[in-house]
């Protein structure tokens, strides 16, 4: 079994002394797991960065083995954010997040296009906040869909308008802007908020249930915004 795909760099693990086993999310393919031979060598090491886009060719005895990538750089992204140590954490957290909600070789092109558009929204002044509703949308590709107005009832708390869920078990104030996304939030802690939110839907909805442990690369980049 061969063929060729563009895709981004998901994980990478070293397999032995020179090589590296990868996740790969491709344009065709979904997510594919692999063997990259040489893959510590100065020659290509440099641009194995997690979540740079790749030219590949995949070669595998047949579906049952683990197959192995041949790789060209296609576009740099990563290390444009170097220096700004949020966002590449962001990087590493939402990459991650699309290697394990998202189940081996299950092609699905809007998964692709969204991550391209991850880079897009990484370059606006409000990225943080464009970031929680990318978060949202990918839920939602994969099925997994919350509808913040259906499940909140409005409340006036000292005069302020808040949005309570209505869960009677669990009560949790839901952020005005996760209701009205048109509203500016220049408040870091809202947009907290916000993402330690969806963090408690993920635990509950998908990750315990299917015991995963919440990921480690989500939990250092809240960290990294404190």
């Known amino acids: 079994m061969t063929w060729?795909?563009?895709?981004?760099?998901?994980?990478?693990?070293?397999?032995?002394?020179?090589?590296?086993?990868?996740?790969?999310?491709?344009?065709?393919?979904?997510?594919?797991?692999?063997?990259?031979?040489?893959?510590?060598?100065?020659k290509i090491k440099n641009y194995l960065q997690i979540g740079n886009n790749l030219h590949l060719n995949f070669i595998s005895k047949s579906q049952n083995h683990m197959g192995y990538f041949k790789i060209e750089i296609n576009n740099v992204f990563s290390p444009y954010f170097f220096d700004n140590h949020q966002k590449l954490s962001c990087i590493y957290s939402a990459m991650n997040l699309i290697k394990i909600l998202n189940a081996d070789s299950q092609s699905n092109d809007s998964i692709y296009f969204l991550i391209e558009d991850f880079y897009v929204l990484l370059e606006k002044?409000?990225?943080?906040?464009?970031?929680?509703?990318?978060?949202?949308?990918?839920?939602?590709?994969?099925?997994?869909?919350?509808?913040?107005?259906?499940?909140v009832d409005k409340k006036l708390i000292k005069n302020r308008l808040q949005y309570i869920t209505k869960s009677f078990k669990e009560k949790k104030i839901v952020p005005n802007f996760l209701i009205n996304k048109d509203l500016k939030v220049e408040n870091l802690d809202t947009l907290l908020d916000g993402l330690n939110l969806i963090s408690n839907?993920?635990?509950?909805?998908?990750?315990?249930?299917?015991?995963?442990?919440?990921?480690?690369?989500r939990l250092q980049f809240i960290a990294s915004l404190k």
């Open 201 to 217: 839907f993920l635990d509950k909805t998908i990750l315990k249930p299917n015991n995963i442990n919440h990921p480690v690369s």
């Open 125 to 151: 002044k409000d990225w943080l906040k464009n970031y929680i509703f990318w978060e949202l949308k990918l839920l939602k590709i994969l099925g997994y869909e919350i509808d913040f107005k259906n499940i």
């Open 4 to 42: 060729d795909d563009i895709g981004f760099l998901l994980s990478k693990n070293r397999y032995n002394e020179n090589s590296l086993i990868v996740d790969i999310y491709t344009k065709n393919h979904g997510k594919v797991s692999g063997i990259i031979f040489g893959g510590t060598s100065k």
